[in-house]
C-alpha cells in the first residue's frame, strides 16, 4: 500500500488513515509524496506488480510510472466520465444543484481522467444529501467495481472502451476562498452551496462585522418560507437562524467561527450575541462568478 507522508495527508480533506488500517491488516506500506520521482518509480518497480489500483492520489501519474504494472494502472473518478473531469466532481455537483452523479473505473494514462472506461456506476444526488454522504456511496460503487472486474483486470481482459477528449468538460480547482455563501441567489442554490462544501471540506461561510461565520447546515427551502433582503437575519430560533435570500430564505441549522467543530446553529447565536436584523456582507459580483468558476479570482481575493 502507498499513501503521502503524514503532512501531505493531513492537507487533504476527508484522507482516510491508511497508515493505521495497513498497520491493523499487516500489509507494507510505502510513504510516498512524489510517486513520479525516479526513486518511487524504482520502489514501485522493485514489487514487480501486475496491477495498481490508484485511490484518491491527488496528482496525475506519469508515463514512467503508468507502464510499470504488467496490466496497467486502474482508478476511479467520481462522476459518469466524459463529464465532469478534473477536480471536486461531487462538490461541483451538488452546489449546481445536479441530482445525480456517478462513478467511473478507468484504466489511468497520462491524461486528466481520459483514459479508458471499464466500468460507471451511476449515483443520486437527494435534496438533503451532502457531500459526504454522496462521496460514500460513490466509494461503495467503485468497491462494488473492483470487485466485480478484479479478475480481468488482473489477467488484462477486463473491458474498456476509449473516451473521446473532446468530450464532456474539465472542472476548475476548489479552494477554501471559494466557498464564500452568495446570499443573493436563491434559497435552493444557498442550501446547495452549503452541503456541497460541508465537513470534511473547508465549508461555507459568509462574513458579519468583518468576521467570518462559518455555514455547516441548512434545511432544504420549502418554498414557502419568508423573504427579506439577502444575507439579513430574519430570527433566530431554536431550530436555527433564518438567513434572507434573493427569493425567500434558509434555515442554518449548523454554524459556527472558524477553525471550530460545527455548532447547533441557535446556541451558537446565543454564546455570540447573533440577533434578528444583522446582514452577510454583500459579495462582489467578481467575487460571485470566480466561486463559481465563471471567471478568474479577483485580484486581493484568498484562494
Request: charged residues 20%; contains cysteine.
Amino acid at each position: 500500500m502507498i499513501t503521502p507522508p503524514d503532512e501531505d495527508r493531513r492537507r487533504l480533506s476527508g484522507a482516510a488513515d491508511l497508515p493505521g488500517l495497513a498497520r491493523a491488516a499487516g500489509v507494507p506500506l510505502l510513504c510516498e509524496g512524489d510517486l513520479n520521482s525516479p526513486a518511487a518509480v524504482a520502489r514501485v518497480r522493485a514489487l514487480d506488480p501486475d496491477l495498481m489500483v490508484v485511490v484518491g492520489w491527488t496528482r496525475l501519474l506519469g508515463p514512467e510510472l503508468l507502464s510499470v504494472p504488467r496490466h496497467g494502472c486502474v482508478g476511479f473518478h467520481a462522476s459518469l466520465l466524459p463529464r465532469h473531469r478534473g477536480r471536486a466532481p461531487v462538490n461541483w455537483a451538488i452546489l449546481r444543484g445536479e441530482t445525480v452523479t456517478g462513478n467511473t473505473m478507468m484504466m489511468l494514462d497520462p491524461g486528466v481522467d481520459t483514459g479508458d472506461i471499464v466500468d460507471q456506476r451511476a449515483v443520486s444526488i437527494g435534496p438533503d444529501d451532502t457531500c459526504a454522504t454522496v462521496y460514500d456511496r460513490v466509494a461503495r460503487a467503485g468497491a462494488d467495481m473492483l470487485l466485480a472486474h478484479l479478475s480481468g483486470l488482473l489477467t488484462g481482459t477486463a473491458p474498456r472502451r476509449p473516451q473521446d477528449p473532446a468530450e464532456g468538460d474539465v472542472l476548475p480547482r476548489r479552494t477554501p476562498g471559494m466557498g464564500v455563501i452568495d446570499w443573493a441567489r436563491p434559497a435552493p442554490a444557498v442550501h446547495d452551496w452549503v452541503r456541497a462544501l460541508t465537513t470534511p471540506y473547508p465549508g461555507a461561510f459568509g462574513t458579519l462585522d468583518g468576521e467570518r461565520v462559518m455555514v455547516w447546515r441548512t434545511r432544504p427551502p420549502r418554498g414557502d418560507e419568508p423573504g427579506g433582503p439577502p444575507g439579513t437575519v430574519l430570527g433566530v430560533v431554536p431550530s436555527g437562524v433564518r438567513v434572507a435570500t434573493r427569493s425567500g430564505s434558509v434555515l442554518v441549522t449548523a454554524m459556527s467561527g472558524p477553525d471550530r467543530p460545527p455548532q447547533p446553529a441557535a446556541h451558537w447565536s446565543r454564546q455570540t450575541g447573533l440577533e434578528p436584523g444583522a446582514r452577510f456582507e454583500t459579495v462582489p459580483p467578481a467575487v460571485a462568478r470566480w466561486v463559481l468558476g465563471e471567471g478568474p479570482r479577483p485580484e486581493g481575493v484568498a484562494r
